[in-house]
């Protein structure tokens, strides 16, 4: 055990559970995947919520379980279908990682979860932190739940000062939440411990005095949670110039499938490409590329707005213009599609605020 981990030796675990599993159940906030025990819902609130804010994630849980309630029903839904029920959240691998170890579920397991760790932990998107949610939350067994939320709490609690932008640093966090976490009661403490960092210790400006376990800070007692945790800043994300354009006839659109790999895989989008040269306009640059890469002929319109839409490792600038197709017997890549149907295709963020855009601006009815 490192040095940080030394201090559990003389930390009073059981009063510290006590205190905050007190906490918990008094205070916990009232959100739906929490009704039950339901290790489907347990897992598809897991997942949503990665990366995602819980006031973000609370509509589409009820949406999503409300159109597939359980394992076998989403195990038989088509993948369009989820995409679409999935459409905003954003990170899109969750969706189709979830869709594929569902369907494995089903097949494998009849429709049960799997209780063991090794089984759970090869199934499809159920990395060492949501197989540790599952088992503790919706089968009570004591499995640590270590993310960044929790990171951030327990280098506070136990002043763990390791850098955890480090992947070896989470060892260090596994190995004091498993000697933290309570025996009896795995599920509240893990919860009790989400909470905490959702409401109490947060990010910034920690709410120190209203805190249960404040006693039992390491951190608080030597006036360094501002301090915590120890996290190097990641690099500056990349800048993508893009040009996209809204194409019409009559009343049809055109729009693409990306590709069933990669970045948001699967998804449709309005044809658009990278820029790369400043030599030639963006609007003269895309109507090249709509004819060498999709066999369409369009006269674009100027420039109608920009769209930045922001991911963990890129930024995509996107220059928007409003096309008139003058002939597409040539098209490859395109489906056109009723102007009146686009709303059942999943569309990523940036792409819905483009057609936002296009409803707003073309007198769109």
Known sequence: MGQSLQKIE?????????????????????????????????????IMLQQTRVE????YFN???????????LANADEEEVLKAWEGLGYYSRARNLHSAVKEVAAKYGGKLPDD??????????????????????????E??????????LSRILLIE?????????????????????????SDFNQALMELGAMVCTPTSPSCLLCPVQEHCLAFSEGLQEKLPVKTRSKSTKQVSIACAVLVQNNDLYIHKRPDTGLLANLWEFPNCEVRTNRIPKRIYLENFLREEYG????????????????????????VYFGKVCSDESMKELEKVFIKDIDRYA?????????????EKAAYK
Do not use: C
Request: proline content about 8%.
């Open 10 to 46: 003389n930390f009073d675990i059981k009063t510290f559970q006590e205190d905050l599993i007190g906490w918990y159940i008094r205070e916990k906030r009232d959100l739906p995947w929490r009704k039950d025990q339901d290790p489907y819902k347990v897992w598809v609130s897991e």
């Open 56 to 59: 973000t994630v609370i509509p």
């Open 63 to 73: 949406n999503f379980i409300k159109k597939f309630p359980n394992v076998e029903a």
């Open 117 to 142: 760790p090794k089984q759970l932990g090869k199934l499809k998107g159920i990395g060492p932190y949501t197989k540790g949610a599952i088992l503790s939350i919706a089968y009570n067994k004591p």
């Open 144 to 153: 640590p739940a270590v993310d960044g939320n929790v990171m951030r709490v």
């Open 162 to 186: 390791e850098d955890i932008a480090k992947p070896k640093t989470r060892r260090i966090f596994e190995e004091a939440a498993a000697n933290l976490i309570s025996k009896e009661r795995p």
């Open 296 to 319: 369409v002929e369009a006269k674009l319109s100027e420039l109608k707005g920009t769209i930045q839409h922001v991911f963990s490792h890129l930024t995509w600038n996107i220059n």
């Open 347 to 359: 569309f990523p963020v940036p792409h819905q605020k483009i057609f936002a855009l296009y409803k």
